[in-house]
């Protein structure tokens, strides 16, 4: 499959990648593959999630043989993202938090303070310290480490109302910054809950890489490829969490491949 794109990422999240992929791309096969038997990589030592992250990679690469992987997981992506690039032959894109982007908008803006709402393990890396002080120096940046809110939208994806929770999860950080205008959503589970998010709390402008990612791909990879609108599916774990297939038939013909380990 070398006019194909292989997406990766620990569970439901890189949809939110995948959608603004399939944007770019509306002619050719893509592959998703989770790591649903690691989920959550928040929770996980640095080191064996880098091993983790590589073998699974070179796994899902050897069965699709795309033309490229986007590691749609900001936690792999600042982990491991080097490792796969030296590991593959093929060009690797990682997703970051859009740090820069929020930084820029700040410039034009009398409000300079954003949010960034991130894994406790993304907010506390040094990467991430790195992305504010090269783009956002200039402005007061408040960061959130929830790893609730991606067993949220792991839920949200499997059908369950979540608003009632999303609203308690987050108030009494919002609430600390009432002129708080902007938020980077530094997790790909984050924008699934957009619509949420934007209904809840209608002033704030939610930031997030997945446009900028399916770009970046673009530029590596020709827009213009063709093939077949399929998408295959495939995991880690011992089945596909739920709702996975429903949202991505809307992108093009789901085919099931099953668990990886297998």
């Not at 608003?163 to 980077?184: N, R, S």
Request: charged fraction near 15%; aromatic fraction near 8%; hydrophobic fraction near 40%.
């Amino acid at each position: 499959m070398a006019d194909s794109i292989l997406i990766f990422d620990s569970g439901v999240g890189g949809l939110s990648v995948l959608s603004q992929v399939r944007q770019q791309f509306p002619a050719i096969c893509l592959n998703y593959l989770m790591d649903t038997e690691m989920f959550p990589y928040g929770d996980r030592d640095d080191d064996v999630l880098i091993q983790r992250i590589l073998n699974v990679c070179v796994r899902g690469c050897e069965k699709y043989n795309p033309a490229l992987l986007i590691v749609a997981c900001n936690t792999a992506s600042t982990l491991a993202l080097s490792q796969l690039r030296n590991a593959l032959p093929i060009p690797v894109v990682g997703v970051v938090p859009a740090i820069r982007v929020a930084g820029e908008r700040c410039t034009t803006d009398a409000q300079n303070t954003f949010g960034l709402l991130a894994t406790p393990a993304t907010v506390r890396r040094p990467y991430t310290d790195q992305l504010i002080n090269d783009f956002a120096n200039h402005c007061t940046v408040q960061r959130f480490g929830s790893k609730e809110l991606v067993a949220i939208a792991e839920r949200k994806m499997g059908g369950e109302t979540i608003t009632t929770e999303l609203q308690q999860h987050l108030t009494p950080w919002l609430a600390e910054f009432p002129d708080m205008q902007k938020v980077v959503l530094g997790c790909t589970h984050y924008p699934l809950l957009r619509d949420e998010l934007e209904t809840c709390w209608p002033h704030i402008e939610w930031i997030d890489s997945g446009e900028a990612v399916a770009r970046q791909a673009a530029r590596i990879f020709p827009a213009s490829a063709t093939g077949n609108q399929q998408i295959n599916l495939s995991w880690t774990g011992p089945q596909c969490p739920q709702g996975v297939s429903q949202f991505l038939a809307q992108y093009g013909h789901v085919e099931q491949a099953g668990s990886l380990n297998k």
